[in-house]
């Protein structure tokens, strides 16, 4: 039997657990790991030599492997969502004892984590479901950590994680997240936020390149400059690194070479449909996703551009006397005022949940620890930080005193840019969805009113007034046929005297 010489566990050696296992490992904390393929845990046993002699100890038995962790003993599983998760429980709890904890570090439905705390819960065990965010190097050197579930389990592993996470000014960049899967749920949503940068990125990177004409040198310029002011974040510096780096298989710049084709693993997907469910306004995060789905037609839309282009429509119309240094500008503004729509709907949906199951979530909170270590880390979360601290009921982040100025600043920047990228056939669907976003959002009367008194004609719905209470209900056609019938009448009755 092995012995108890590792203060946590972790199973799952892909490239997010290998690094997240030599991190922990590198911060001082002796780590046992294990994997299903024995090449996996030789393979991490031997980077952890590699790169320092780090505490860090593979096994390919699991009994072996649960034994080897000090009691009450918490095992991080990094597997693929779904089934695999399950799989692993299976496998490594038949040697767990009551009080042990399990963490589930994956993408998974924060449902599912549910379930399975309630299913370990049954022997006795502990479970948390923790998002990590910051893909490899972040895994390695400092993530964003989302941990969910009891508040006695996060406390198993909060010495680590605290070490662990990547260090801000005001921090570590991990909280306890609250109850049940809001863990997993949080992370989701930061998912989702992440999925609407990324497409309004590409939005400007395509007016910029399509519309202005500038050249992988320039963009690069470009997106380092903004990379240097309010637009600093993890996103917009590795696109600035994108435009700087030559095909090593051909001549020109790689990013020109690859298949204009988006993947996804779900969680964008998970995150719209939250938004239906919930009520909640996100058509950013729709964009990106609907933007995702057209790309996966690669096919048809070469057809589609044949079809057109031979119908009379250009695929992207020229733009006389375009003021290059002023476009540039716009795209900026447009680009910002359209990510804090972004941030503003992932936020929403965040607050409802929240609300719906009791989790009580901290937004300022959850806006702090995303300032280091994850995808969509930028320089204004510590502004949507300090929008939450000043109030912590906030509506939206479109009304914070701060954001309003900034949004009403930029307006018309970024009206330019959609009714440009319109005007010249380049579609900008975050973008512009941004933008319909806020003018609803701050709009006092809307024509909703129409559709109500549709919805009440066909279907005798109701509808309230804006001049009293209650709910009313019109005999609609009844009304439309008499007021036809009557001016029949009346036009026949003229057709005569005539």
């Given at each position: ?175 306890y997240v609250g109850q049940g899967g809001a ?284 001049d009293m209470d209650g709910a009313y209900h ?9 007021y036809a019938n009557n001016a029949s009448k ?9």
């Amino acid at each position: 039997m092995a012995e108890a010489v590792s203060r946590i566990g972790l199973a799952g050696l892909a490239v997010m657990g290998q690094n997240l296992a030599l991190n922990i490992a590198e911060k001082g904390f002796p780590i046992s790991v294990y994997n299903r393929t024995d090449t996996k845990v030789d393979e991490t046993v031997e980077r952890a030599k590699e790169e320092g002699d780090l505490p860090l100890t593979g096994y390919k038995n699991p009994k072996d492997f649960v034994m080897s962790i000090q009691k009450p003993r918490s095992i991080i599983i990094l597997v693929k969502a779904g089934a695999p998760v399950d799989q692993t429980i299976q496998t490594l709890s038949q040697y767990m004892e009551p009080g042990d904890c399990i963490i589930d570090g994956g993408n998974e439905w924060y449902e599912n984590t549910e379930r399975r705390a309630k299913q370990v819960a049954e022997k006795g065990l502990l479970y948390l479901g923790m998002g990590v965010s910051g893909g490899e190097e972040g895994a390695r050197n400092g993530p964003s950590m989302m941990p969910g579930g009891t508040e006695e389990a996060y406390h198993y592993i909060e010495e680590v994680v605290k070490k662990v996470a990547a260090q801000v000014d005001d921090g570590p960049c991990v909280t306890y997240v609250g109850q049940g899967g809001a863990g997993n749920y949080v992370k989701m949503i930061h998912n989702g936020i992440e999925y609407g940068d990324m497409q309004l990125i590409s939005e400007a990177y395509d007016v910029l390149k399509s519309v202005g004409g500038l050249t992988n040198e320039e963009l690069h310029e470009t997106f380092a400059e903004w990379n240097d002011g309010e637009l600093e974040s993890f996103l917009v510096e590795i696109t600035r690194d994108i435009f700087s780096v030559k095909d090593d298989k051909g001549e020109g710049f790689l990013v020109d070479k690859i298949l204009d084709k988006t993947g996804m693993k779900g969680t964008g997907k998970w995150t719209v449909q939250q938004a239906a469910e919930l009520s909640i306004a996100a058509p950013t995060i729709a964009a990106s996703l609907d933007s995702r789905f057209l790309s996966g037609l690669k096919e048809e839309r070469l057809e589609a551009a044949r079809i057109f282009r031979e119908a009379g429509v250009e695929d992207i119309l020229a733009v006389k006397d375009l003021d290059k240094k002023q476009l540039v500008d716009d795209v900026r503004k447009a680009l910002y005022a359209s990510k804090i729509c972004s941030y503003a709907q992932g936020m929403n949906l965040i607050r409802a949940k929240s609300i719906e199951q009791g989790w009580n979530l901290d937004l300022g909170e959850l806006a702090r620890i995303w300032k280091g270590g994850c995808i969509i880390r930028a320089k204004f979360l510590d502004r949507i930080k300090k929008a939450y601290d000043r109030n912590p009921k906030l509506a939206s982040l479109l009304i914070d005193p701060e954001f309003t100025k900034e949004m009403v600043e930029r307006q018309s920047a970024w009206r330019r840019v959609v009714s440009l990228a319109i005007e010249v056939g380049v579609s900008t669907p975050g973008m512009t969805a941004s933008l319909a976003y806020f003018d609803t959002y701050r709009r006092g009367r809307l024509p909703a009113n129409l559709v109500q008194a549709q919805r009440d004609y066909f279907g005798a719905h109701t509808y309230e007034r804006v001049d009293m209470d209650g709910a009313y209900h019109t005999e609609w056609f009844k009304i439309a046929k008499k007021y036809a019938n009557n001016a029949s009448k009346y036009v026949s009755k003229g057709a005569g005297q005539n």
